[in-house]
């Protein structure tokens, strides 16, 4: 954003790339998990991942991280090579794995405090970032329990936390909202609203209804290619509904 940009005003700069996926692929043995993804998010961009079941959502998102290393292709975060750059990359990237945290003897204090210091934040820093995240996802009436006895819920929460301890400017979620109460669903839907109009967010769902709550973009993967990559306006149009441009996408997959 520049200078002159308000919040909610229009950016009037070039965009600028937060996200880039280059021609991705993750190969297990003659199996292609992801074949030659491409795409690229920019800065106040909160996109939607879709795809069925076994697309290549999550494989994608680690490849993104750094989590995984592509069998071929390249991945950036706020321009930095995740592969010969992980540490710069890593410093400005939350990611919330498909699972949740590990560590589940840990008790959330205690998770976010290894967490921070594995990142080398500052003692106080810490403590104040730990109290923040704390405080925004909720987490007061469970400081004292292991995060494995943690409903999935808050475990999503705690997930969230961790992703959000060092204030990265990148969001990289693994379906933020899976196993969620309704409520719980619309907390973390809240949540996300809100960190959007500051950060860029990349987040995996089946749920089509979070494409119109949460997202202004969508990139829609189908047995391990991107086949969609544009406005939610533009997946929708000519009358079709979100379900059946799923299922078109998804050919002959859909609904198995
Ligand atoms: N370590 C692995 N070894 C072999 N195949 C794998 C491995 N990890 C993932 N796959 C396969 O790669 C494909 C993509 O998996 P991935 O988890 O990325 O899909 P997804 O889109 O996240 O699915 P879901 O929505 O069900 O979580 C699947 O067929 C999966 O079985």
New binding site residues.
């Given amino acids: 954003m520049s200078t002159n940009d308000q919040p909610g005003s229009t950016p009037t700069q070039t965009p600028e790339p937060m996200i880039e996926a280059v021609g991705l692929s993750?190969f297990?043995g003659d199996?292609a998990?992801?074949r030659d993804v491409s795409f690229t998010i920019n800065r106040g961009e909160v996109a939607a991942f879709l795809?069925?079941?076994?697309?290549?959502?999550?494989?994608?998102?680690?490849l993104l991280t750094g989590y995984l290393a592509p069998s071929a292709g390249v991945a950036r975060i706020a321009g930095y090579d995740v592969g010969t750059d992980r540490l710069t990359a890593s410093r400005r990237l939350g990611y919330l794995p498909?699972n949740g945290p590990l560590w589940h003897d840990m008790t959330p204090r205690g998770l976010l405090k290894f967490i921070g210091e594995a990142r080398q934040m500052p003692a106080e820093r810490l403590r104040q970032r730990t109290d923040e995240v704390i405080e925004l996802c909720n987490l007061q009436a469970v400081l004292g329990k292991p995060v494995g006895k943690l409903s999935k819920g808050y475990k999503q929460r705690v997930g969230m936390a961790q992703a959000l301890l060092h204030e990265p400017d990148v969001l990289i979620l693994?379906?933020p909202t899976s196993g969620l109460d309704p409520n719980q669903i619309r907390d973390v839907r809240s949540l996300i609203r809100k960190l959007g109009e500051t950060k860029t967010i990349l987040l995996?769902t089946?749920i089509l209804q979070e494409v119109d709550a949460m997202c202004n973009r969508v990139v829609f993967?189908d047995e391990?290619r991107v086949v969609f990559d544009g406005a939610p306006a533009e997946m929708t149009q000519q009358g079709a509904s979100m379900d059946e441009r799923f299922h078109q996408l998804t050919g002959a997959s859909a609904g198995v």
């Fill in positions: 993750k297990y199996f998990a992801t795809g069925p079941n076994g697309a290549g959502k999550s494989t994608t998102m680690k498909e693994d379906e995996s089946h993967i391990g």
